[in-house]
């Protein structure tokens, strides 16, 4: 619940992208950044727990593609970023955000900022895009609709423990003394009512971590424009491999003028 799983890093970013530094709570924080053309809004992309940005290269490049900047993020505790602790979207908002302070100071996103998160990069996206109005749109796949509920949905899916178990509960309560956080401000739910930008929120079809259930609770909550795609047969975060992935994210993006 608070340990973070580092994978390997790369020394160099690929051609065509550099690295920067960004800065949150005191830590120290790797992106990769590269250029886009002018007329589109840059994308921030943040990943799950115990990936890393080097994952998302390739969706960056598809994106770059379409002209769009991008900037991917290595959220604290993973990857090049300083930090030992998660808060499973938490804390990691404020790594969102200060990644939006960074391009609203840069000329890549001079016409705002697309984001795009995934699983726990998801509910740091939408926490930290409630009440932005440099948020262009948000996309999020398989994000979790509460802290505490979805420690006690994995309890059970993982290890049979009922939520009603003290355990459960007692768990919440020493993650949240261990890394300093408030489980009940981890709620994407409340986020997705105050999220101005239009919302994309995608299912992974053969996703128990996250099913549809969940995730469309947050898109449900959101105020409009809004739009919920389920990728058939998709494991969690896996809807990139469906062939209907990128027509539906540029059809979002293009129905937003963006």
Same mark, same amino acid.
């Given at each position: ?5 580092? !994978? ?7 051609? !065509? ?50 002209? *769009? ?20 979207? !938490? ?13 609203? *100071? ?117 105020? !409009? ?34």
């Amino acid at each position: 619940m608070t340990r973070t799983v580092r !994978g390997p890093v790369s020394r160099t970013p690929p051609p !065509g992208w550099d690295e920067v530094w960004l800065r949150a709570d005191g830590l120290r924080l790797r992106a990769w950044r590269a250029p886009g053309g002018r007329g589109r809004a840059a994308v921030l992309v943040a990943h799950g727990v115990g990936d890393t940005l080097e994952s998302f290269t390739s969706f960056g490049e598809r994106l770059r593609e379409r002209g *769009h900047p991008v900037l991917l993020l290595d959220l604290r505790g993973h990857g090049g970023s300083e930090g030992r602790r998660t808060t499973l979207g !938490g804390h990691e908002s404020r790594d969102v955000r200060a990644a939006l302070e960074f391009l609203r *100071h840069d000329p890549a996103g001079e016409r705002g900022a697309v984001l795009a998160g995934f699983s726990m990069g998801g509910v740091a996206a939408l926490l930290a895009a409630a009440g932005r109005a440099d948020v262009r749109a948000v996309v999020v796949e398989a994000p979790y609709d509460s802290y505490r509920d979805t420690i006690r949905h994995h309890a059970w899916l993982l290890y049979r423990i009922p939520g009603w178990l003290p355990i459960v509960p007692l768990s919440v309560a020493m993650a949240e003394w261990l890394a300093g956080f408030d489980a009940d401000e981890v709620d994407a739910v409340a986020a997705a009512r105050q999220v101005r930008a239009p919302l994309l929120a995608i299912v992974d079809g053969a996703d128990e971590r996250m099913p549809e259930p969940v995730v469309r609770r947050i898109h449900d909550a959101h105020p !409009g424009p809004r739009r919920l795609w389920v990728a058939p047969g998709a494991p969690h975060v896996g809807a990139s491999l469906s062939p209907d992935y990128w027509p539906t994210v540029f059809g979002f993006l293009e129905e937003n003028g963006l």
